[in-house]
């Protein structure tokens, strides 16, 4: 099975602008879960959606916002951009009753 | 203000040895623990899971062993490769959290030639 795969790798934003992120699962996956990277906080949940529900959010604010397609893929989008939304941003899929989840390679947003 | 990075804990091993690495876990109701790595410029790659009913287990090359009593997880890694050099995380989960894993600080592993 073809893993989880994230649309752009790279990105750079200037503050105040908006981005929007994509992730496909791995086939047969329905959930998909993101995540903020950074040296300074480390790895930290943002949401998690499954079969086009979101059941779980981490604490972000409001700017942060993601929705989930029938089939499975997901996006995010980041709003009026800060210089410190700079960060490695992780998209990972799961069968979502139980088991692991399975991170895709990333974009990295560089917000100048 | 200035981000500070995350200062990482290091473990230094020569190739061919056994290593260990830790993690201590934050939550008494996490019922499910996760290892990851994860290599420079890529994402956590899963390595091994173990469910709170279990103390041990064991995959190819790695062994997982869960202390709920002091809430401590550790990996074991056997005959050490220099492409086993990346930073490891443990995650942990709990019933009713679903799709959110919570992330230890991670350990550098460096393996010498």
């Known amino acids: 099975k073809a893993g989880v795969t994230q649309t752009p790798r790279y990105l750079i934003k200037t503050r105040g602008q908006q981005v929007t992120l994509s992730c496909s699962p791995i086939?047969?996956?329905?959930?998909v879960s993101w995540y903020q990277q950074t040296p300074g906080q480390g790895l930290q949940f943002l949401f998690e959606?499954?079969?086009?529900?979101?059941?779980n959010k981490g604490n972000f604010p409001g700017r942060f916002s993601g929705r989930q397609f029938s089939n499975s893929r997901s996006e995010m989008n980041v709003s009026t951009l800060e210089l410190g939304d700079s960060a490695l941003y992780l998209c990972?899929?799961?069968?979502?009753?139980?088991?692991?989840?399975?991170f895709g390679p990333g974009t990295r947003l560089t917000v100048t | 203000g200035e981000s500070v990075g995350l200062h990482l804990p290091t473990l230094s091993v020569q190739e061919g040895d056994n290593s260990i690495i830790n993690c201590a876990y934050s939550?008494?109701?996490?019922?499910?623990f996760i290892w990851y790595k994860q290599e420079s410029g890529k994402g956590p790659q899963f390595i091994i899971d173990?469910?709170?009913?279990?103390d041990k287990r064991q995959g190819q090359r790695v062994t997982v062993l869960l202390n709920k009593t002091v809430k401590h997880l550790s990996l074991q890694i056997a005959a050490t490769q220099p492409g086993d050099s990346a930073v490891y995380f443990c995650?942990?989960?709990?019933?009713?959290?679903?799709?959110?894993?919570?992330f230890g600080k991670g350990t550098k592993l460096s393996v010498k030639p």
């Open positions: 995650a942990e989960n709990w019933a009713g959290s679903q799709g959110n894993l919570i």
């Open positions: 990972a899929s799961s069968p979502g009753t139980s088991g692991g989840q399975y």
């Open positions: 086939s047969g996956h329905r959930s």
């Open positions: 959606y499954f079969s086009e529900t979101q059941r």
């Open positions: 173990i469910r709170s009913n279990m």
């Open positions: 939550n008494s109701a996490s019922d499910y």
